[in-house]
């Protein structure tokens, strides 16, 4: 527990932060090789990596990060802990052989790591076992993007993702609680779209009672400025971590969210574009282009759940609600009771072996009112882990 790693002699391997209990994980001892076919017990497939490559971020907005508690005096995790881009690139590698296929940089801020951009090069670089590339995708606050979509696009990256929560900007202030103005994000969009960066997904949260007003003048906005290339999708508010004040009755459900819409723009239902996709999808039946919504708190998708996330310090986790991780990085930087670092194959192993003991289902087990809050554990921040 707690990141360390004491077995067979081995070396105590320091962990930057025990705010979320992890394990080491466990190698199988015949280190079967990896399967694009493994499943977890619920008979999931792993499909998508969700990547926080830093547990930072220059807003702070109240249903994520909110100042009160994020404040100046915040340790957020030092440079030595985060996992190294060669880290991330080779863990990246070693999924793939188990059927991974699209990638999310995520964060904190995604654009705060440093030549974030040479990481997204040294991923662009990977291949499926069938030889195919990647889907590789980041999501951001957009703050950033103006001045980094050329770059990111450059190396590799294909489509963005943008949160945005209001199209008014006192709103947008509000929420962002650092005074940002929301032309700055509508800006990045505009630069991202002109260097080839689509589709774009733009998500904004509903919090009722906050920002529900928004929602038709962002839909209206999105239609008439970007077009079609533009997906902008309706977030029910979540009960993610444990500083944010969630209550089930801030909660706009999504039905609700497409009558609005529907009411000023007729829709039409979309089937999925991929197994596991957590967006419900509507088109405009004038042609206008689409929206979706993920409805997480009021229509649950872990049925179809495949994706893992991978913290900024190498702890995977295979819920947005979990509040316990496997400690990637101590097999990454540890040592063998051989002496020896751990070879690919026994990490691929490890990792295999995680997945196919998996059954989370969080949101089903919220929606039956028999799951345990976590109040003895702490569930992972967004933050700290990404949507």
């Not at 996992?83 to 940089?105: N, P, Q, Y």
């Not at 499926?128 to 001045?147: H, K, M, V, W």
């Not at 957590?278 to 994706?307: H, L, P």
Request: glycine share 8%; net charge positive; hydrophobic share 40%.
């Amino acid at each position: 527990m707690g990141g360390t790693m004491r077995a067979m002699g081995e070396p105590v391997i320091p962990v930057a932060d025990l705010r979320y209990a992890a394990t080491v994980p466990q190698i199988p001892a015949d280190a079967p090789a990896p399967s694009s076919e493994v499943r977890d017990r619920r008979g999931r497939p792993l499909r998508d990596l969700r990547i926080s490559v830093t547990d930072r971020c220059n807003f702070r907005c109240t249903y994520c990060m909110p100042k009160e508690l994020f404040g100046a005096n915040y340790k957020f995790l030092p440079q030595s802990s985060l996992l190294s881009f060669e880290e991330i690139t080779r863990v990246a590698r070693l999924f793939t052989a188990h059927g991974v296929h699209k990638l999310r940089l995520t964060g904190g801020e995604p654009l705060l790591r440093k030549n974030v951009e040479n990481l997204i090069a040294m991923l662009a670089a990977l291949r499926t076992p069938a030889g195919e590339p990647l889907d590789i995708t980041l999501t951001t606050n957009g703050s950033l993007l103006a001045r980094k979509a050329q770059a990111l696009k450059d190396a590799g990256l294909q489509r963005v993702t943008v949160s945005l929560d209001s199209l008014d900007d006192a709103t947008f202030r509000r929420m962002n609680d650092v005074d940002f103005p929301v032309a700055d994000v509508l800006h990045g969009i505009r630069v991202a779209q002109q260097v080839g960066l689509a589709p774009i997904k733009i998500n904004m949260v509903v919090k009722k009672g906050t920002n529900e007003h928004e929602i038709v003048p962002l839909a209206r906005h999105i239609r008439d400025s970007f077009g079609p290339g533009v997906v902008l999708r309706f977030i029910e508010y979540m009960d993610v971590g444990a500083s944010n004040g969630w209550r089930m009755d801030e909660v706009l459900p999504s039905a609700q969210v497409i009558e609005m819409i529907d009411r000023v723009f007729p829709l039409r239902p979309l089937e999925p574009n991929a197994p596991g996709e957590t967006a419900q999808r509507w088109a405009y039946r004038d042609g206008g282009g689409e929206i979706g919504v993920i409805s997480s708190v009021t229509r649950a998708f872990c049925r179809d759940c495949n994706r893992a996330r991978l913290s900024t310090e190498g702890k995977l986790f295979l819920c947005l609600f979990a509040n316990h991780g496997h400690d990637l990085r101590a097999l990454l930087r540890g040592q063998h009771p051989e002496g020896r670092p751990y070879t690919d194959a026994e990490i691929a192993a490890a990792i295999g072996l995680i997945w196919s003991q998996r059954e989370d289902r969080y949101s089903e087990l919220r929606a039956l009112q028999a799951h345990d809050t976590g109040a003895k554990a702490p569930r992972i921040e967004m933050h700290y882990i990404g949507g």
